[in-house]
């Protein structure tokens, strides 16, 4: 049965320093940009709680001051900056007057317990903007990387032309020299061929490994996981290096096959720890009742282990192909120029050429990213549901 939560109006003393603190975030970005933090957080404090009091005092429509405060800010925006200072700014005017709308109406807790003490219901909120902050923070770079991809010149910057939104700014260029250029083709073709193997036999290994130390009569099983997993905690220069030195000593160092033992033995903890926590809730009932059946141990992991924790196995499957594809430190000290791989022409891109295309491929990635991702959301749930842990 759902609470009804008699919500009261609240005081400017309460919304202004909210509202004027928010100003303050956004005046320090604006002002960072001009030359001068200091004054844009003070500016932006004050002039947001202004606003806040003289919106509380104001009688007027509340779905025409949201209006007005969007085609406002948007002047503004469009007047200090171009065509895209002008949408930012009609962003901003949206979320300030929703904002102090949203406070001063004490809809703010309309989802929340009533038993509530203000000090949780700050924390409730503070939290949810700290994880915000963080996700903005993360996220960020990899949203600046995108449009940067299509800008008309070799540059590592926003033009003028692209931040007025004009056609003339933006091209295709980067992506047509990645899809033409011979030297990142080469390098897409020597990703595509070494991350699935790695991931091959970093499934293979990795999902017998778990097995078997899922196993209580496994001796000393807790050291050995400690080590199977030790490429993920170890610093990746020093496996790097490890390698170098041990596969140059039996002939591997700069040959395909090294720089594929060497992605996958990357991915295995990522397969090992993937796998192990599908098998923790693995009814071995099952696996007795087929053996009771006539199965022999084979026939019972393809037919009755494999499909249960199928999930967890495709998952860190698409973890070590994720950490195959994007490794760079370990080819580097493994590979050949024969197994350029396309983090390396990357980096190469960076150091040597400077060369914008760097961007279109980074973009490409974090497409191929998303998409793996997804699957692995999509995998978690179809997990969860095969083991009664979720509703269908």
């Known amino acids: 049965m759902a609470t009804i939560i008699d919500l009261k109006p609240q005081p400017f003393s309460f919304v202004g320093p909210i509202v ?17 933090g200091l004054l844009g957080v003070v500016l932006g404090a004050a002039l947001m709680a202004g606003m806040a009091f003289a ?21 503004i925006g469009l007047i200090a900056g171009s065509t895209m200072g002008g949408i930012i700014g009609a962003l901003a005017g949206w979320f300030f007057g929703s904002l102090t709308f949203w406070l001063a109406d004490g809809r703010y807790r309309a989802g929340l317990a009533p038993y509530l003490t203000p000090g949780q219901v700050l924390w409730h909120y503070t939290f949810r903007v700290i994880c915000g902050a963080i996700f903005a923070f993360l996220i960020t770079p990899i949203i600046v990387v995108m449009p ?7 540059f590592f910057t926003f033009t003028p032309e692209m931040l007025a939104l004009k056609p003339e700014g933006y091209s295709l260029k980067h992506y047509q020299d990645f899809f033409t250029n011979s030297d990142w083709q080469s390098a897409l073709w020597n990703s595509l061929t070494i991350a699935p193997v790695a991931t091959l036999l970093s499934v293979s290994f990795g999902t017998l490994a778990a097995i078997g130390l899922s196993q209580p009569h496994v001796p000393g099983r807790r050291a050995i996981m400690a080590i199977l997993i030790s490429p993920m905690i170890v610093p990746l220069i020093i496996s790097a290096a490890g390698m170098y030195f041990f596969y140059s000593r039996i002939g591997l160092q700069g040959t395909y096959m090294g720089v594929v033992l060497a992605h996958a033995a990357l991915g ?17 009932s099952l696996t007795r009742a087929a053996a009771n059946m006539g199965a022999n141990p084979v026939t019972t992991f393809f037919r009755v282990q494999m499909p249960l924790i199928l999930p967890g196995v495709i998952s860190g499957g698409l973890f070590a192909f994720i950490t ?38 980074a973009t490409l990635l974090v497409g191929i990213s998303v998409a793996l991702l997804a699957t692995l959301e999509i995998l978690r749930r179809r997990s969860e549901r095969l083991r009664g842990m979720s509703p269908g």
Do not use: C, Y
């Not at 295995?268 to 071995?284: H, Q």
């Not at 490794?327 to 022409?345: D, H």
């Open 20 to 36: 004027g603190a928010f100003g303050a975030l956004a005046g320090l970005f604006v002002g960072t940009a001009q030359g001068s």
């Open 268 to 284: 295995i903890p990522f397969v090992i720890i993937t796998v192990t926590a599908t098998l923790v809730g693995f009814d071995n």
């Open 55 to 75: 919106l509380m005092h104001l009688k007027l429509p509340r779905r025409s001051v949201r209006l007005g405060l969007v085609v406002i800010f948007a002047a």
């Open 148 to 154: 940067l991809s299509f800008n008309a010149e070799d």
């Open 324 to 361: 195959s594809f994007d490794e760079v430190v370990v080819v580097l000290f493994v590979g050949s120029a024969g197994q350029k791989t396309l983090p390396w022409q990357m980096f190469i891109g960076l150091r040597e050429q400077i060369s914008p295309t760097i961007l279109a491929v």
